[in-house]
């Protein structure tokens, strides 16, 4: 199980940072990727690190938003500064359990999703 929290309404240049915990099992060896989906738009790859500790990023999100973890907690993280109107979409975690591709479509797991929400 993921579940994320962290989410918000928060005004445009503030910051947020969502964490998603998994329970049941352990993501030492696994790829981790924040998604996100706006209203009427498709679910997008946001941020990603795999178990080598790489990462990824989207290009709208670099220099913005970092992505960590931590697997004494069992925990990934989002941070997300000088968020913007088009950053707001309900965020999702999902788990490649054991896996290395940071695809929407090689992941096991999904959380139900917290929303942020960037207005003045």
């Known amino acids: 199980q993921l579940v994320e929290s962290g989410g918000g309404l928060v005004q445009p240049g503030g910051s947020l940072r969502l964490s998603c915990v998994a329970s049941?099992?352990?993501?030492?060896?696994?790829?981790i990727g924040w998604f996100r989906q706006a209203p009427g738009k498709e679910r997008e790859g946001v941020s990603c690190?795999?178990?080598?500790?790489?990462?990824y990023y989207l290009d709208s999100v670099k220099g913005r938003f970092t992505i960590s973890r931590d697997n004494t907690k069992n925990t990934v993280y989002l941070q997300m500064n000088s968020l913007k109107p088009e950053d707001t979409a309900v965020y999702y975690c999902?788990?490649?359990?054991?896996?290395?591709?940071?695809?929407?479509?090689?992941?096991?797991?999904w959380g139900k999703g917290t929303l942020v929400t960037v207005s003045s």
């Open positions: 049941g099992f352990a993501l030492n060896y696994s790829t």
């Open positions: 690190i795999k178990s080598d500790g790489s990462t």
């Open positions: 999902a788990v490649n359990y054991g896996g290395y591709s940071c695809s929407r479509y090689s992941m096991n797991y």
